[in-house]
């Protein structure tokens, strides 16, 4: 283990509890993210609960299984929360792409409450999710029993924190920039 994929780990871990909770955090919240999987047509309207549970349930596996490998100090369950969030985003991505492509301004619910549409943004954050995915998996495989510092690991852990928190609220700390434009309108 190295500091990097500490690091990296929190990260990915403490934003897919974001992702989850906020979208379960309360009836309202739930039926917003049910409304922007319908928007999105890429699954039959009827469905879009199910995919929408779907997509919780399996954000809410990442976190989970980082945890039990962290708990148990064990590699197997590393790997698949890791694998997990790597093939989340790249499925979240694609979505994103093909909803731009066609011209949607289907809103993001990535963490729940935003009111931006997806777009250029949220392709790039999930690229440095992604990158941070790969960086945590090639950091444990590379170093498998490196030597940490108990001070150095609690700085990572909590840069991985910060982090996801600038992640979550990507799209809040943009418009809070956003000078002289309609930010509704983008």
Known sequence: MSYAAIGCESLIGITF???????VRDRASF???VDAVRGLGVT?????????????GAEAAVPLLLGIALAGRTAA???AGLVTALALLTVFTAIILVSMRHGDRVTCRCFGASG?????RHVARNA???TAVLVALVS???SPGARIDAGGAAIAAATGCVAALLVAFLDDIVDLFAVGRDVASR
Do not use: I, Q
């Open 17 to 23: 509890v974001l992702a989850a909770l906020s979208k």
């Open 31 to 33: 039926n917003a993210f």
């Open 44 to 56: 039959p309207r009827r469905r879009a609960d199910r995919v929408a549970v779907a997509a919780v």
């Open 77 to 79: 369950p590393l790997v």
């Open 116 to 120: 931006t549409p997806m777009g250029w």
């Open 128 to 130: 440095l999710l992604s």
């Open 140 to 142: 444990e495989s590379a």
